[in-house]
Nanobody
Framework: QVQLVESGGGSVQAGGSLRLACAAS??????MAWFREVPGKGREGVAA?????????SDADSMKGRFSISKDKSKNTLYLEMTNLKPEDTSMYYC??????????????????????WGQGTQVTVSS
């Protein structure tokens, strides 16, 4: 089981940027993703990346064009770069991984119940 530890959350003003990091305890040949908590809806997929390093972000209008995912294999670390942050981005952000690969075009990559490893989360607060 891979241990995941997120960092990089904090409080920023609207329009600002943050980079979240997720340090994995071992090398990560798995599918990895970022989710965030949506009140009343549970966790929604924000971005995902496959074992080859190909990543994608949610096509939801609320996030399109502002977030990007990457990973540094040498550091076993996953990143989420967030720019032009909005108050509605305020949430707890979670790093997730699973022991099978992912197809970024498939819905199963973007739902939380398909992941079996989770970090503790890092809070992002955006003020207007």
């Amino acid at each position: 089981q891979v241990q995941l530890v997120e960092s990089g959350g904090g409080s920023v003003q609207a329009g600002g940027s943050l980079r979240l990091a997720c340090a994995a305890s071992t090398s990560t040949p798995y599918c990895m993703a970022w989710f965030r908590e949506v009140p009343g809806k549970g966790r929604e997929g924000v971005a995902a990346i496959d074992s080859d390093g190909d990543g994608a972000t949610s096509d939801a209008d609320s996030m399109k064009g502002r977030f990007s995912i990457s990973k540094d294999k040498s550091k076993n670390t996953l990143y989420l770069e967030m720019t032009n942050l909005k108050p509605e981005d305020t949430s707890m952000y979670y790093c997730a991984a699973r022991s099978v690969g992912c197809d970024l075009a498939m819905w199963g990559t973007w739902v939380p119940w398909e992941y079996n490893m989770w970090g503790q989360g890092t809070q992002v607060t955006v003020s207007s």
